[in-house]
């Protein structure tokens, strides 16, 4: 049995499902999760996970093993909205840059901070930390507040000095581990190969063509788990009308708070995990309104500009499939909600698209009334990856009985390879030692 119909359990599902018989519930009506497709001026996109890292095999292996075409942003760049304007968005490891002249002549960090950044010293870092402290420590708060938090904030929506170093990038404390951020970065090969890999039609596409030949039944949210036996009983439906599943091994593929609730009493630390909650406006507005932007894929805010929106991507322009599909229409979106920020997303639809345009406004210069709009929603849709979050990782996985294996965002990586990734490593556990 796999709980979550996600790409975390339909991968789970499908590598069992070669020599098991497999059923994966999922809680909604839709299979997907974060993977999703809605329709914007009569064109379908993406309005959750909308690209894959391409320099990490997982994603776009499974994409290619399921016969899908694999295509790559265009060359299009993207800015950073810093110090009161659009700036050339230095190339970076989240945020340590590899070229400190680059930063400088960006005018993304002020005379001061780029002083702090080029006066690095090494410091000891034994144990995991905060990627912010990590990153303040040596090389100042202003490549934190200005590089750093901005990165962060759009792949986990997170604080940088809350996100664990060693779970959110662990390659940078490794580097710390070794000496000099900068120089290091510096010396790190530079590749040809593009860093990010999507799907003509959508992320969102992904989902159905996992799921082809596996049994899912949806609109079955389970909301308890016990032993029956050897094997785990599973109650789904309302608490009015329960049913019981039994279930000889069971894989959760569930965001972090309903594996919480389930793995009660079984495992420790996931019901500790908080996530953040995130909106994201998808906007069409006519080719005329953004022909200024030619040659931009996006724009990114640091949380310390105190703007209502924390990123927006071109999509017209980062994605051929986008432009075309598009016809007379660019379309493109924005997004809002970091970790502790709750209180950004609570108003109306409408005035998350107010807001989105008022920035895209004052920030981008498209004065355009939009032809269509869509809010999407995703309450708790990022887990936080809080310091020591790997150790205790190994406990929640070490304290899983025989024949229970959880997968998912909030376990080894947000993005769509880690979740793949953990997704297999679930199938292969929960098969073993029974
Ligand atoms: C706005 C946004 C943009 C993102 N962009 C990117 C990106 O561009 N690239 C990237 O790599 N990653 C991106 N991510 C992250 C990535 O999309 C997710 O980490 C990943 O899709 C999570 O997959 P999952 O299967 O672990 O969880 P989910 O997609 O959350 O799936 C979990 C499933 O479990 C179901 N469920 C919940 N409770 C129950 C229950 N009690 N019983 C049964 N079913 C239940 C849910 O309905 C859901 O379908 C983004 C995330 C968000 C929110």
């Not at 996100?163 to 090969?189: C, D, I, K, T």
Request: aromatic share 4%; charged share 20%.
């Amino acid at each position: 049995m796999v709980v979550g119909g996600g790409i975390a359990g339909l991968t789970a599902a499908r590598c069992l499902s070669a020599a098991h018989d497999v059923l994966v519930l999922e809680g909604s009506p839709v299979i997907g999760g974060k993977l999703r497709l809605a329709s914007v001026a009569g064109v379908s996109v993406d309005v959750g996970a909308e690209a894959m890292l391409n320099r990490r095999p997982e994603g776009v292996a499974l994409a290619r093993e399921l016969g899908l075409e694999v295509v790559h942003p265009s060359l299009a760049t993207s800015r950073i909205f810093s110090r009161g304007a659009l700036r050339p968005l230095p190339r970076s490891l989240m945020g340590v840059p590899f070229d400190v002249d680059e930063v400088a002549a960006s005018g993304v960090l002020s005379e001061a901070g780029l002083a702090r950044l080029r006066a690095e010293d090494v410091t000891a870092v034994d144990q995991d930390v905060s990627v912010g402290d990590l990153v303040a420590d040596r090389l100042g708060d202003e490549v934190v507040d200005r590089l750093v938090e901005p990165l962060l904030g759009g792949v986990y929506a997170g604080r940088a000095r809350h996100l664990s170093a060693a779970a959110a990038v662990p390659q940078l404390l490794q580097m710390a581990r070794r000496g000099l951020l900068l120089e290091q970065a510096a010396g790190l090969p530079r590749s040809d190969v593009p860093v990010f890999a999507g799907l003509p039609g959508g992320m969102g596409r992904l989902p159905a063509v996992v799921a082809a030949g596996l049994q899912v039944r949806t609109d079955a949210p389970v909301r308890e788990l016990g032993r029956d036996g050897d094997g785990w009983v599973l109650t789904l439906g309302s608490a009015h009308r329960p049913e019981t599943v039994l279930a000889r091994r069971v894989v959760l593929a569930l965001p972090a708070a309903p594996a919480g609730r389930l793995l009660a009493g079984i495992a420790p630390y996931v019901d500790a995990i908080e996530s953040a909650s995130v909106a994201v406006v998808t906007l069409a507005f006519s080719r005329a309104a953004v022909e200024h932007l030619s040659g931009l894929s996006g724009f990114l805010v640091p949380p310390v500009e105190q703007r209502g929106i924390k990123a927006s991507t071109f999509s017209f322009a980062k994605w051929d499939w986008v432009r075309d599909a598009g016809g007379e229409h660019a379309i493109l979106r924005t997004s809002l909600g970091r970790m502790g920020e709750e209180r950004t997303l609570q108003a109306s639809d409408e005035a998350l698209v107010a807001r989105s345009l008022a920035e895209l406004s004052a920030l981008a210069g498209i004065s355009a009334v939009p032809v269509d709009t869509h809010v999407q929603r995703w309450g708790g849709g990022l887990p936080q990856y809080a310091v020591g979050h790997v150790l205790r990782m190994e406990q929640v996985r070490s304290s899983l009985p025989a024949g229970l294996a959880v997968c998912g965002a909030w376990c080894d990586g947000v993005g769509i390879p880690a979740v793949i990734a953990s997704a297999r490593r679930a199938a292969a556990d929960v098969v073993r030692a029974q």
